[in-house]
């Protein structure tokens, strides 16, 4: 079902990190810059974070709630373990992206489809901060206020457009807090990220375990 | 006409026919040529087309070793999927495949939901079932987000597109890995799985192939850092390996018999000229029979050629008994009284041989006709290039040399020692009795066509290697629906399908791949939407059922509308074309007059039982290709050895009539029978089985047994006459012997099967020739008519 799963994709959301943890940059004043905020996410080092995802189907009276573990490393390496209520994973490595759930597993190829580059390969466009990929991608409308932004990405790609209305990206300083992505058949699902540290500080982060598909041991 | 003249007219007529032969030349390869039936023709075509046109030219690469080898395996897919002689590759279950399967199919899913839609639909929409299909769809969409599952589960809450992928992945060329890769079983080799788009016999295009894929291997090899080991299933492989050793072989065995046979004839005649002229009777009469045929509306046949060339062979003896006579000629002559002197032993030898060649065109197989045909044209434009042509060739005075005279001394010997010690005869004729007796219940046919050739060895040990990594459906076993169009094709399909799954599920084949997989007859399709839409309160009950495992009412109203206005119509033939399931229709072949459903089979078990099951099938076979290409070579083999059998009938009757004496008759056909019977009854005893090329080859031993005969015959009563006969059927027999030993010593089966049959038969047919004369003496002296 390689291209079902290249035409969908649900938002992320990274919210800050503990001020012990990752230190944050001086934030310009009156508000933060997409410019600024894209420098910043560049100069970041890989990082490991908690989230917590609701997903509100319209064919299901009450949203799904899951919760995991995202590791990611620049330039482009994507780890997502879903640990509850259901073990799954989606590694993004290269061009490559790699998918196990309780149905069974399966790959297919970010460069192959412009649904699966737009949707998936989004993630690693927007950590590594490359603004001009995002900007060829989406119509961006970036506000901010003080400390706290909030990135509106609406899909440049018709296909895209029938799969996705919108993705509402919300942060503070040079972090992601929340990602909501919105579908055009009235699906949403919202992921809020929290304890995010720098993978070189997760102790037995070991990269080549943590982002090959067939990883099954227990999460550093 | 002077000499001078005829040498002009010859060179002239050599140079005209083969001007003539190349431009007009054209081969027909089709094994059809040696089918009788044209019923069994049409299926053996079939066949033919699916084993030989597609399943040869599929090619498997197997990559293992080091780590990165389903990248290697990628790469080199993307190398080969631009290289002109690759007609499609694959390397996996990829995003092409992948978006034009939904883009055919989930439109259409109700349409090709069940087999047996009356019975099967209305229980999808049991209470049980239902809930069993809504706990599945919730494990869908509770696990991995981005498999897009909420994206068609307002659409699809009965998983039927899952069901046809389920179906479709079924008949996949391998298993694939995690990263869509297809794998070995043990995921220790990453599989690349190829069609060509050449014949996989034609070296001329497969060695550059075989070349540009080794050399992308190597550099892929080294810039993934080495390790790598590649290794290839295919039959454009083994076979350029094999011609490469068939080529060494032919160059070995033409070696060793230009060696021998220039020997021979330095040896005996003391130049090479008498070598030229010899060789220019069988030529010159290949070359008319060929020139005819080719003038002919049929295509000539690759085999009709290969044997003619053979069968002509026997028309050597014509010039040797020339030259020999002239040279050990009694008294001063001239070429042309020698010619006189000799001309009706040749003209007799040469009709009966091509009245024995011409029984060939009584046989119900085209080929064997149109090889009876070539034969009888040629031989008697060998014989009139003997009597005509030759002398114009020969100097004006041959001395014997001193070979001649030490064989025709010899021979006198030879001859007065059998007079002497007439035992000696009785004896022969025993041994040969025992040998017949013994040896021809005991013979051996082979007609499996694999024992025809030896495949190199180190390529076949390799591609079974592959082949087991893969365990495909290439096993040239497979069922056939012959109908006139592509609807009534699928509906004959759906019957044999359900059956051979009832034959799966009994244990008598391993495995079904069958387009049935992909595409049903559209009545078949509309009835599935017309059970759907039998179903009383269908919306009702999916909503009941979903509801109490947390699916909001109403969720699925788009399903229940899709079935009421569909958006797609059924899925026809044409859906497939240009899209990147077009492959699917390789399983849907136009005929002549039609179009044959066909379904691969794998591991075969039980072929009585399957058959047995598509018995009431009209127009539905089971097709085992080697078993047909055996029964083909059988019935050729068979007929063959027929017409042997009736050719010696017709020689023995012309020898009969011109005789006008039975034992003469029978003494001229003597040495054909010894050499045939007694080559069938030595391998008989010996344990050496008999193939249709060995069959063949019999005619070539029935041809020089004839001639031998009808020479030891007519040399009784002359002077000098037997001596003259025999030494000229030594020399005869050696040349044939070390021409045909020489295929002997081949390695592949087909020139050694022609080597042996041939030198075997001939040697007996001439250790007959001093008996026949011993005895056709005897006779003439009981008579009193010897001079």
């Known amino acids: 079902m390689g291209f079902v799963a290249a035409i969908f994709v649900t938002g992320w959301a990274i919210e800050s990190p503990a001020e012990d943890t990752i230190q944050p940059a001086a934030s310009p004043t009156p508000g933060v810059q997409l410019e600024w905020l894209m420098d910043r996410l560049a100069s970041r080092p890989g990082m490991r974070v908690a989230f917590r995802e609701s997903r509100h189907l319209a064919v299901l009276s009450d949203p799904i709630h899951s919760e995991g573990l995202m590791f990611f490393s620049p330039p482009g390496d994507l780890a997502r373990y879903t640990l509850r209520p259901v073990r799954s994973s989606v590694i993004v490595r290269g061009d490559r992206v790699f998918l196990e759930d309780a149905t069974g597993s399966q790959s297919f190829d970010l460069a192959s489809s412009d649904v699966a580059r737009g949707l998936v390969g989004i993630f690693g466009v927007l950590l590594r901060g490359d603004l001009a990929e995002l900007r060829r991608r989406y119509v961006l409308d970036f506000r901010g206020s003080g400390d706290s932004w909030a990135l509106e990405l609406r899909p440049r790609s018709r296909t895209l457009q029938h799969i996705i209305e919108r993705i509402e990206v919300k942060g503070r300083g040079a972090e992601l807090t929340r990602m909501a992505t919105f579908e055009a058949n009235g699906d949403r699902t919202v992921l809020v990220f929290e304890d995010a540290i720098p993978l070189s500080e997760v102790e037995g982060a070991d990269r080549n375990r943590i982002f090959h598909p067939d990883f099954t041991g227990s999460l550093p | 006409m002077s000499p001078s003249t005829i040498r002009r007219i010859v060179f002239c007529f050599f140079a005209v026919l083969c001007a003539y032969s190349l431009v007009r030349f054209e081969l027909n390869h089709g094994l059809t040529h040696f089918i009788p039936s044209e019923h069994e023709a049409e299926l053996v075509e079939l066949s033919l087309e699916l084993v030989q046109s597609r399943l040869s030219r599929r090619m498997v690469l197997s990559v293992g070793g080091a780590p990165h080898r389903d990248k290697v395996a990628h790469a080199l897919g993307g190398y080969l999927a631009s290289h002109p002689e690759v007609a499609w590759v694959e390397t996996g279950f990829h995003e092409d495949r992948a978006r034009a399967f939904f883009e055919i199919y989930f439109d259409r899913r109700f349409y090709l939901a069940s087999d047996d839609p009356s019975r099967e639909i209305p229980k999808f929409f049991e209470t049980d079932e239902l809930l069993r299909a809504a706990d599945q769809l919730k494990t869908r969409l509770v696990g991995s987000p981005i498999r897009g599952a909420s994206q068609t589960a307002s659409e699809d809450p009965l998983g039927l597109f899952e069901r046809i992928l389920d179906r479709v992945r079924q008949v996949q060329l391998a298993p694939t890995g995690k990263n869509g890769n297809f794998a070995s079983d043990d995921g220790e080799h990453a599989l690349v799985f190829l069609e060509l788009t050449s014949s996989p016999f034609d070296s001329e295009r497969q060695k550059p192939l075989l070349h ?107 010039p040797i008994h020339l030259l020999n006579h002239h040279a050990l000629r009694s008294a001063q002559r001239s070429v042309t009284a020698t010619v006189r002197r000799i001309q009706p032993s040749l003209v007799l030898s040469a009709a009966t041989t091509t009245l024995a060649f011409l029984s060939l065109a009584l046989s119900e197989f085209p080929g064997l006709r149109e090889m009876g045909i070539f034969a009888a044209i040629g031989v008697p434009v060998a014989l009139g290039f003997t009597l005509y042509a030759v002398p114009a060739f020969l100097p004006v005075e041959i001395t014997p040399s001193a070979a001649q005279e030490v064989l025709a001394r010899t021979f006198v010997r030879i001859v007065e020692g059998l007079e002497a010690h007439r035992g000696l005869l009785v004896g022969a004729g025993v041994v040969l009795c025992l040998v017949l007796v013994l040896g021809l219940p005991q013979l051996r046919w082979a007609d499996d066509p694999s024992n025809l050739m030896n495949p190199d060895p180190t390529a076949f040990a390799e591609s079974e290697r592959v082949r087991e990594r893969v365990g495909g459906f290439d096993s040239g076993q497979f069922a056939v629906g012959l109908a006139p169009n592509p609807q009534a094709a699928l509906s004959l399909n759906e019957e044999i399908h359900a059956r051979l799954e009832e034959a799966r599920l009994a244990g008598e084949v391993g495995g079904v791949n069958s387009i049935h997989a992909f595409l049903w007859s559209e009545e078949r399709q509309l009835e599935n939407l017309a059970a759907f839409r039998q179903v009383d309160q269908r919306d009702t009950r999916i909503d009941s059922a979903f509801q109490s495992r947390g699916f909001r009412p109403g969720a699925f109203d788009a399903f229940g509308n899709d079935i009421d206005t569909p958006s797609r119509e059924p899925l026809r033939v044409e859906d497939f074309e240009n899209s990147s399931l077009a492959r699917v229709l390789d399983l849907l072949v136009e005929m002549e007059d039609g179009f044959a459903v066909v379904t691969h089979l794998q591991e075969v078990s039980s072929p009585g039982s399957v058959r047995a099951r598509l018995s009431d099938l009209e127009n539905a076979y089971l097709i085992d290709h080697e078993k047909i290409v055996a029964d083909v070579y059988r019935g050729y083999r068979e007929s063959t050895t027929w017409m042997v059998g009736l050719g010696s009938a017709v020689a023995f009757c012309v020898l009969g009539v011109r005789y006008r004496n039975p034992l003469r008759g029978l003494l001229a056909v003597l040495p054909a029978a010894v050499g045939t019977l007694g080559v069938l009854g030595l391998f008989g005893l010996s344990g050496h089985p008999v193939n249709v090329i060995g069959a063949v080859s019999l005619l070539v031993v029935l041809g020089m047994g004839v001639d031998y005969g009808i020479f030891c015959v007519d040399s009784v009563g002359k002077t000098g006459g037997a001596v003259s006969a025999l030494s000229s059927l030594v020399i005869s027999w050696l040349t044939s012997v070390f021409v045909f030993g020489a295929l002997a010593l081949s390695g592949q089966p087909a020139l050694q099967s022609i080597g042996l049959t041939a030198s075997v038969g001939i040697s007996l047919s001439l250790l007959a020739a001093p008996c026949v004369v011993v005895i056709a003496r005897s006779s003439l002296r009981a008579s009193g008519e010897e001079r």
Do not use: K, W
């Open chain 2, 212 to 318: 540009d894929l080794q050399v992308e291997f190597d550099r892929l090899d080294a810039l993934y850092g080495g390790g790598f080991v590649l290794e290839q299933s295919g039959v454009n492989r083994i076979s350029v390996a094999t011609e490469r050793s068939v080529r060494s072989d032919i160059f070995f065995v033409s070696t060793v018999s230009i060696i021998f046979v220039c020997g021979l004839f330095l040896l005996v005649y003391g130049s090479f000229r008498q070598l030229a002229i010899v060789a220019m009777v069988p030529a010159a009469g290949f070359l008319s029979a060929l020139a005819i045929a080719l003038s002919l509306p049929d295509t000539l046949h690759g085999i009709t050629l290969a044997f003619g060339f053979v069968l002509l062979g026997v028309t050597i003896d014509y």
